[in-house]
T-cell receptor, first 113, second 111 residues
Framework: QQQVKQSPQSLIVQKGGISIINCAYE??????FPWYQQFPGKGPALLIAIRPDVSEKKEGRFTISFNKSAKQFSLHIMDSQPGDSATYFC????????????FGTGTRLKVLA | DAMVIQNPRYQVTQFGKPVTLSCSQT?????MYWYQQKSSQAPKLLFHYYDKDFNNEADTPDNFQSRRPNTSFCFLDIRSPGLGDAAMYLC??????????FGPGTRLLVL
């Protein structure tokens, strides 16, 4: 019940294309779903996050789509650029005194120039 | 400006020789986290602090300890590092709402 399943494990996209990464969760108590971007040798950095009361959130080229009934959420990167090449982690947490994250397994994205 | 600072960025130690990693945060938040991240894996939570309250994850080895002398600082002590403890160690704190902010990490190499 605590797992967050992420797919695909790796993704290769042409420059200008759309990158799509999917996550699925089981615990309906989760109510916060962030996406993190991590470059090699760096710490994860928050990219965008969503709560279950909205179905979509967009920030620049990055969009989260959220399907509460299916317990799935996805990250879309529009007009993908070589600089987007990184590992992406989805996560889920629920409101409490400490918001412990359950991370997905990560997706390694490579955008070809 | 960096919100979470970790030192050193790279640490080399010998098998069995105790090592301490440090973390500081500028958000003055009462929650701090330590994660272990091995190559090509997701960060794995080792423990977290809520104020002075220390919360160990069930599967965190006894070899890993932590200290939090004040709100800003937190230390990770590895009492007897083994080869399997070579990893990136990430410190994080809580930002607005549920957001966690991560430091740049300390890469630990065990010889």
């Amino acid at each position: 019940q605590q797992q967050v399943k992420q797919s695909p494990q790796s993704l290769i996209v042409q420059k200008g294309g759309i990158s799509i990464i999917n996550c699925a969760y089981e615990n309906t108590a989760f109510d916060y779903f962030p996406w993190y971007q991590q470059f090699p040798g760096k710490g994860p950095a928050l990219l965008i996050a969503i709560r279950p009361d909205v179905s979509e959130k967009k920030e620049g080229r990055f969009t989260i789509s959220f399907n509460k009934s299916a317990k799935q959420f996805s990250l879309h990167i529009m007009d993908s650029q070589p600089g987007d090449s990184a590992t992406y982690f989805c996560a889920a947490s629920r409101a409490s005194g400490t918001y412990k994250y359950i991370f997905g397994t990560g997706t390694r994205l490579k955008v070809l120039a | 400006d960096a919100m979470v600072i970790q030192n050193p960025r790279y640490q080399v130690t010998q098998f069995g020789k105790p090592v301490t990693l440090s973390c500081s945060q500028t958000l003055n938040h009462n929650v701090m986290y330590w994660y272990q991240q091995k190559s090509s894996q997701a960060p794995k939570l080792l423990f977290h602090y809520y104020d002075k309250d220390f919360n160990n994850e069930a599967d965190t080895p006894d070899n890993f300890q932590s200290r939090r002398p004040n709100t800003s600082f937190c230390f990770l002590d590895i009492r007897s590092p083994g080869l399997g403890d070579a990893a990136m160690y990430l410190c994080a704190t809580q930002g607005p709402q549920e957001t966690q902010y991560f430091g740049p990490g300390t890469r630990l190499l065990v010889l």
